[in-house]
């Protein structure tokens, strides 16, 4: 059956990017013990990504994986936006709603924060651009 073929592929695809990069970080060497926290984090986050890829129908589109579809539609413009928009909108952001905001839970969180907040701006970009049927595409 074709569709068993394709949702074989994609799962057989994902795994191995999975093991290519957890491959890669492995390999590297560290003594720290926030080094290591960080890596259990990030493996703790791929088997997560890994089930919910597993879990979301080949061929359909779910209402939580409707997010990533509108930054996959428009990658090209979320790249480009990442890198042109960044210091802009952040810019922006604490001249109107100041540094208060971002430091609700104390200054180490700030940037997460920040950076929270400008992923939701760029999303709302191009989710503006995949309603209006506007992709960059080469």
């Known amino acids: 059956d074709e569709l068993n073929a394709i949702e074989n592929l994609r799962l057989a695809m994902h795994m191995a990017g999975i ?4 491959g890669a970080v ?3 060497y560290s003594d720290s013990e926030a080094a290591k926290a960080i890596y259990c984090l ?8 890994a089930a919910f890829m597993a879990w979301l129908p080949a ?3 779910s209402r939580l994986a409707s997010p990533l579809l509108v930054i996959g539609a428009n990658s090209i413009a979320a790249y480009v936006m990442a890198h042109l928009f960044d210091a802009f909108i952040t810019k922006n952001l604490v001249t109107h709603f100041g540094t208060a905001p971002f430091r ?3 200054p180490a969180f700030e940037p997460l924060l920040q950076g929270a907040a400008v992923l939701l701006v760029l999303w709302l970009m191009l989710y503006w651009m995949n309603r209006r049927r506007i992709f960059l595409r080469i």
């Open 19 to 22: 093991a290519a990069f957890w």
């Open 26 to 28: 492995t390999a590297q």
């Open 42 to 49: 990030m493996n703790v986050g791929l088997l997560l990504l």
């Open 59 to 61: 061929g359909r589109t």
């Open 104 to 106: 609700v839970f104390g």
